[in-house]
């Protein structure tokens, strides 16, 4: 029990010393700041962690590189310009925190069933259930506290829905990033985060969820895909007064 305390204590502290100024640049910062951010962690990942995860340069390292890493960065970019999806990217980064925070505590105390020790041996059913029922009470904090006669209705036979949904994605993007690691006879993908790993390890879910969340966003409301131009990003980075 010790061991766990102190497991988790490392762990809260690097989550409030990395992500409290992470949470401060997306809410008070231009999102060029957050922009910036996310170009930032992408190189990380594709030339520090993915390299002690695939061969480099090989087909599987370019593979990984553009469609796993490249792209839902792209997509986050091109949520960040936009305001309406600006929102939604801070929800689900919210609800992946909710998620892992879950996952991990009801895991670590309460997991028993081994969800597939082949490839993860520290994933369980109950860590399943947990994350879903982190995502899920908020989501449901989040009705009643707009009218809570929303309880009774549609809308949340959809939240509950959505949140199973959320919560299997999110786990499919932990296994697929736990494969990885598996397969390379790597525990952690990196070790800049003390008690969590590296970035990847932390945003493993993210990186399944978020292009998902956006293109279900933009066909349900019909608004037009935020597409960003890789060079509009380098030409406000450069010079941003244009």
Not at 75 to 89: A, E, P, S, T
Not at 92 to 104: E, N, Q, S, V
Not at 108 to 129: C, N, Q, R, V, Y
């Amino acid at each position: 029990m010790n061991a766990l305390l102190k497991n988790f204590l490392i762990r809260t502290i690097t989550t409030v010393f990395f992500v409290v100024p992470a949470w401060y640049c997306f809410l008070y910062k231009p999102p060029l700041v957050t922009t910036i951010g996310l170009i930032i962690l992408a190189a990380w990942i594709i030339f520090v962690e993915l390299p002690c995860l695939v061969s480099p340069w090989g087909w599987q390292f370019y593979a990984l590189a553009l469609f796993y890493i490249c792209f839902p960065f792209y997509v986050m970019i091109g949520m960040n310009q936009h305001v309406f999806f600006r929102f939604y990217l801070m929800g689900a980064a919210f609800w992946i925190f909710l998620h892992d925070t879950g996952a991990y505590v009801v895991g670590t105390l309460f997991g028993t069933h081994k969800m597939a020790p082949d490839i993860s041996a520290g994933k369980t059913w109950e860590g399943f259930i947990g994350g879903f029922l982190a995502v899920a009470v908020w989501n449901m904090y989040s009705i009643i506290s707009m009218d809570y006669k929303s309880l009774f209705t549609a809308q949340a036979l959809f939240f509950v829905g959505f949140s199973i949904t959320f919560t299997s994605v999110a786990t499919l993007g932990d296994l697929f990033e736990s494969s990885l690691k598996r397969r390379a006879g790597v525990k952690d993908s990196g070790w800049i985060l003390p008690g969590h790993g590296g970035v990847l390890d932390r945003l493993d879910s993210l990186l399944f969820v978020v292009p998902l969340l956006c293109f279900y966003i933009a066909y349900t409301t019909q608004l037009s895909f935020p597409m960003v131009s890789f060079f509009d990003v380098i030409k406000k980075i450069m010079f941003p007064r244009f």
